[in-house]
């Protein structure tokens, strides 16, 4: 039996995303606290398909949701005690390297998530770092949702979304606590034999009379891993810390204001360079003691509709990191420090079966410095005001369309107090047409504005002359098909993203150059009763000043990565206490060897196994064991840095590696 589901307002084409009766009561199950009876589905079994998240998107049948990818309930949950390669691990055309979170790098359909627009709880993030470091670090445990618009993004994805946008949410006290409930929480506990990692997370949860509170607390500390050779990779321990507190006020009308702070520590010895394992002469790890924050204020009326449905943001992330310099005592510790200031009002018009448009102007006060102790503070900075509106309509049961502008004035100064002023206009544009029930064909463009982009604070140089700087700027185009018939869906894209006068300064000379991926996605879900199979390939090609890139021309801009696979499957037997599944991460041979580096790049398979005990006896407790890299393989994943040269050794992922995970609901 399948069931369609359906978002808050009338969708174009009349849209429908089948399940089976199993996963639509798994998912009410899990979200609403309740065990069945014997023989049913028990709490925390979790949707693998991702389209329940889309339902609960109030834009998720919009045209320009078409190069969307959520991140499926499951993949969220068992994702909680990981790191951001497991959270994206289903979705092949997202793509994590880098072995440990201080070096993880994100790649969007080839592009490096630093050309995206990165928002967490409305608050812009991407505030870039020192290059061996990720400038976009997250903890899963606090996610409640995120999404991946590829391509064209919407004009209301904020300012600079150049190659599309990620939305992330964290958890609100409806989402930890069960129905009825006051005060309630979760607790999770894992070890991981590789590395000899223990970890464990506490989150706690209340309301009264409109009253919210959330709590979260996490700590991992291990043991440097081994990779599937065997050896141990030096730095690749395990030390974090992360925490969340949020609060909020919703009165009877739905008037709600959301107050959340939260913060990632990161202090341990990394390897020289952290996302690389060496270059050259071997060299000691050296400590990198990193801290990111991320501090919001939000408005909204959870019961607007009309003409009348505000959103306020305000909020300031930062990300700090300090490396030490053994090689340069006098210097002592390096500390780059990166922040934005941001916010925005909007107004949701809402047209009724028609649609929708949003309206709005925001914000950013965005710096980065670099100091030590031989050096004096070096500085960029740069404030951007922006106004957009977009549409999003259905003009008939088939057609759906997506349009929007924004214009965009920034004000930037360089590390000699240099200044100048950029603006610019972004435009987009979608459509998806219904042509049968089961065919839906889409396609989409976009022109954005991008600024001039804060640089690396690690490479300031006060020398840099900065005349011949100009505002980066992006062309997306991507075409695509939705086709649904039972419990089946397929879809696909083809993809092409340009930036011209993408920044690429290095210490000696401030550059600026152009960049292009292309490529394409597909992707196919499968639905059975008490089972989903998820899978996608995606392959891309990075070109930098047109010709083909290595991994060093193209840092900052995207990655070689050529043909990856992502696999995920999950089944309950039925009268079951138990769920099984597994996953397969793969990624072709890379052949093309750019001027640049030295070889190609070697294919992997990488298969992961796992089985779920939902126990009847004590309520919302699940036993968890997987078993991952099930083959000990030895490889680095394929977003990783430096594969394609000689004298790089790259971050390896680890071998095998055998997981127990204890959580429970109370």
Not at 95 to 107: D, E, M, N, R, T
Not at 321 to 349: H, M, Y
Not at 440 to 453: D, E, I, N, W
Not at 595 to 609: E, F, K, M, W
């Amino acid at each position: 039996m399948t069931l369609p589901v359906h978002t808050d307002r009338p969708r174009s084409g009349h849209r429908y995303y089948s399940f089976t009766l199993s996963s639509v009561l798994a998912l009410c199950c899990a979200t609403s606290g309740f065990a069945q009876t014997a023989g049913e589905l028990h709490l925390g079994q979790l949707v693998l398909d991702p389209a329940f998240m889309r339902a609960q998107d109030p834009d998720g049948n919009a045209a320009d949701r078409g190069n969307s990818h959520y991140v499926a309930d499951a993949e969220l949950d068992r994702a909680r005690m990981g790191n951001l390669r497991h959270l994206f691990s289903g979705i092949a055309s997202v793509s994590v390297g880098g072995g440990i979170p201080v070096a993880q790098k994100i790649f969007v359909n080839g592009v490096d998530m630093l050309n995206l627009g990165v928002t967490l709880d409305g608050v812009a993030q991407n505030n870039r770092i020192f290059h061996h470091t990720s400038a976009n670090a997250f903890d899963p445990g606090l996610m409640k949702s995120v999404r991946v618009d590829a391509g064209a993004a919407a004009a209301d994805a904020g300012p600079h979304a150049l190659a599309g946008a990620v939305v992330m949410e964290t958890v609100d006290a409806e989402d930890i606590l069960l129905s009825g409930q006051s005060v309630g929480g979760n607790a999770r506990f894992s070890y991981s034999s590789n590395g000899q990692t223990p970890a464990g997370s506490v989150t706690l949860a209340a309301r009264h009379a409109g009253f919210e509170a959330v709590g979260y607390l996490k700590r991992a500390k291990g043991n440097d891993y081994r990779a599937g050779d065997g050896s141990t990779i030096a730095g690749s321990a395990a030390d974090l810390t992360s925490g969340l507190l949020k609060f909020a006020f919703e009165n009877p009308e739905g008037h709600r204001i959301e107050v959340s702070g939260l913060r990632m520590i990161d202090d341990a010895l990394r390897p020289f360079r952290a996302n690389m394992v060496g270059v050259g002469a071997p060299r000691e790890p050296r400590r990198y003691n990193t801290t990111r924050d991320t501090f919001s204020v939000s408005y909204e009326n959870t019961a607007a509709d009309g003409f009348w449905d505000p959103r306020i943001v305000l909020g300031r992330s930062r990300v700090r990191v300090g490396v030490d310099q053994p090689l340069a005592p006098a210097l002592g510790t390096s500390w780059g420090d990166s922040s934005t200031f941001s916010g925005k009002i909007e107004n949701r018009f809402n047209l009724g079966e028609l649609g929708s448009v949003t309206a709005g102007v925001d914000y950013y006060d965005r710096s980065s410095t670099y100091r030590d102790n031989a050096t004096a503070p070096l500085r960029e900075k740069a404030r951007n005001t922006g106004i957009y509106a977009q549409a999003r309509l259905d003009p008939s049961d088939a057609l759906s369309l997506s349009f929007g502008l924004r214009f965009d004035s920034q004000r930037f100064t360089g590390v000699n107090d240099w200044q100048n002023s950029f603006r610019g206009f972004s435009g987009n544009v979608s459509a998806a047409y219904q042509f049968t029930d089961a065919l839906r064909l889409r396609a989409g463009a976009s022109s954005v504005f991008g600024g001039l982009s804060l640089e690396d604070n690690f490479i300031f140089n006060p020398a840099w002359d900065y005349s011949d700087m100009r505002a980066a700027r992006s062309t997306n185009y991507t075409m695509g098909f939705d086709y649904e018939t039972g419990n089946l869906r397929l879809d696909g894209e083809v993809f092409l993203t340009r930036i011209d006068n993408a920044r690429v300064s290095v210490y000696a000379r401030n550059a600026i150059g152009d960049a292009e991926s292309r490529g394409f996605n597909l992707g196919l879900g499968y639905g059975w009763d008490g089972g989903y199979l998820r899978a996608s390939y995606s392959r891309s090609r990075i070109k930098v000043d047109g010709q083909a890139s290595d991994s060093y021309s193209a840092l900052d801009l995207g990655a070689p990565l050529g043909g990856v696979l992502a696999l995920e499957a999950q089944h309950q037997p039925r009268n079951s206490d138990f769920a099984f599944g597994g996953s397969v991460q793969a990624a072709q041979a890379y052949r093309t060897i750019a001027a640049g580096s030295d070889r190609g790049i070697p294919g992997y398979a990488v298969a992961n196994l796992f089985a779920e005990y939902h126990a009847p006896q004590v309520r919302g407790l699940v036993i968890r064991a997987e078993v991952n890299n099930l083959f000990d393989k030895h490889y680095a994943d394929r977003a990783t840095y430096g594969a394609d040269f000689n004298s790089v050794t790259p971050f390896f992922e680890p071998g095998r590696s055998v997981t127990l995970t204890t959580s429970l609901r109370f």
